[in-house]
């Protein structure tokens, strides 16, 4: 992919057209700095609910799953996998924020600009483990329903509540996802647009 010179134009979140003739460091550098410190807010949130939910989740399917198989109620099977699939899937999204965890000490917009990217590829890897996570524990959660209700009878709760709540959730996740990759063409095209203005000096 070529690299964009500082007076070509590249299309903002609007669908304007916009072009960066210099740009301007000291401008640059505060904002930057404060995206940041939101990113490293937003991971240190995510690390200290995420690695108990997680762990909860592992317990939860453990139990589910022993349930099941000890009192034949095979319904309790596919929902611990269901657990298992999110803890799972938790376990890998927290490993990968952690990889871009640090960021203290950074003093060049180039340097901070690499981390701001590097971490919205990773929050992006997360929110994709989160689809596949919800699309789990609903395939799971409608076999454990299809079960009970060939054993016994239908549950009281109707799967459809599960669902939807699981719809909201995704939903969550997409317009979230949607942010982040608006900020990741930022950053690209700001280390691009630096790169070549430097290199042009």
């Given at each position: 992919?070529?690299?964009?010179?500082?007076?070509?134009?590249?299309?903002?979140?609007?669908?304007?057209?916009?072009?960066?003739?210099?740009?301007?460091?000291?401008?640059?550098?505060?904002?930057?700095?404060?995206?940041?410190?939101?990113q490293s807010a937003l991971i240190n949130a995510s690390l200290i609910l995420g690695v108990p939910a997680a762990l909860a989740?592992?317990?939860?399917?453990?139990?589910?799953?022993?349930?099941g198989w000890t009192t034949r109620a095979w319904n309790f099977v596919p929902r611990g996998m269901a657990f298992l699939a999110i803890a799972a899937t938790?376990?890998?999204?927290?490993?990968?924020l952690l990889?871009?965890?640090?960021?203290g000490g950074l003093q060049s917009v180039s340097e901070m600009l690499d981390v701001a990217i590097a971490r919205s590829r990773k929050t992006l890897l997360a929110i994709r483990l989160g689809y596949c996570a919800?699309?789990?524990a609903a395939l799971f959660g409608?076999?454990?329903?299809?079960?009970?209700?060939?054993?016994?009878?239908?549950?009281?709760?109707?799967?459809?509540f599960d669902l939807a709540l699981l719809a909201l959730f995704v939903l969550g996740l997409f317009l979230y996802g949607r942010r982040i990759q608006a900020d990741l063409r930022n950053y690209t095209l700001l280390r691009d647009l630096l790169v070549k203005d430097r290199d042009g000096q």
């Open positions: 992919m070529n690299k964009l010179s500082p007076s070509d134009p590249f299309w903002g979140e609007l669908g304007v057209s916009w072009t960066a003739i210099h740009p301007e460091i000291e401008v640059i550098l505060p904002r930057l700095q404060q995206r940041i410190r939101h989740a592992l317990a939860l399917g453990i139990d589910c799953i022993w349930i938790m376990s890998l999204a927290i490993r990968s990889q871009v965890r640090a960021g919800c699309g789990l409608l076999v454990g329903t299809a079960i009970r209700t060939r054993q016994s009878r239908p549950p009281a709760l109707s799967p459809i």
